[in-house]
T-cell receptor, first 113, second 108 residues
């Protein structure tokens, strides 16, 4: 158990819908990272938040947004969903920044029908 | 050509064998990450290195900056090492590119 929790574990929704994925980092970790893993694209870095502020941005679509709240949990919002958004979404946390070990959550499996 | 390439894509081994997984990248990176993804999907960060060599238990990771190449070695492999091993290069501060992974199966 990494200490990082993600909810829900599974999510099935329809095209055009909006969903919110939630991540609680390990106690004391200030950074949260979001990743997407799909069959055709593999793992991709989406976005990083550090202590409530956006720190780094990867291949995140404009339809996707994220935020980190004062209690350090983070949410990834996916809107106008398309079939191709079906994937595993992982969050990870670290104490501060990229220079440290990241601890991954179990992932949320999203299926868009 | 992908910026981060791994080889081999698939690897089978007998328990006890020494295993090497390779990762090469096309441009300069600030750090290289090795991850392990279990059959159930969970991901564990194994190493992060920017130079030299790191060791943790039976796992050893090395990086050669000049040759733009990193290797992950597993000594005395065990069936519980069966997993997908993924390397990722960190470019600047905001770009992390993943390799496609190496699927390892270790048989007793």
């Amino acid at each position: 158990d990494s200490g990082v929790t993600q909810t829900p574990k599974h999510l099935i929704t329809a095209t055009g819908q909006r969903v919110t994925l939630r991540c609680s980092p390990r106690s004391g970790d200030l950074s949260v990272y979001w990743y997407q893993q799909s069959l055709d694209q593999g793992l991709q870095f989406l976005i990083q938040y550090y202590n409530g502020e956006e720190r780094a941005k990867g291949n995140i679509l404009e339809r996707f947004s994220a935020q980190q709240f004062p209690d350090l949990h983070s949410e990834l919002n996916l809107s106008s969903l398309e079939l191709g958004d079906s994937a595993l979404y992982f969050c990870a946390s670290s104490v501060r920044d990229w220079g440290e070990t990241q601890y991954f959550g179990p992932g949320t499996r999203l299926l868009v029908l | 050509k992908n910026e981060v390439e791994q080889s081999p894509q698939n690897l089978t081994a007998q328990e006890g064998e020494f295993i090497t997984i390779n990762c090469s990248y096309s441009v300069g990176i600030s750090a290289l990450h090795w991850l392990q993804q279990h059959p159930g999907g969970g991901i564990v960060s194994l190493f992060m290195l920017s130079s030299g060599k790191k060791k943790h238990g039976r796992l050893i990771a090395t990086i050669n900056i000049q040759e733009k190449h990193s290797s992950l070695h597993i000594t005395a492999s065990h069936p519980r090492d069966s997993a997908v091993y993924i390397c990722a290069g960190r470019y600047n501060t905001d770009k992390l590119i993943f390799g496609t992974g190496t699927r390892l199966q270790v048989f007793p």
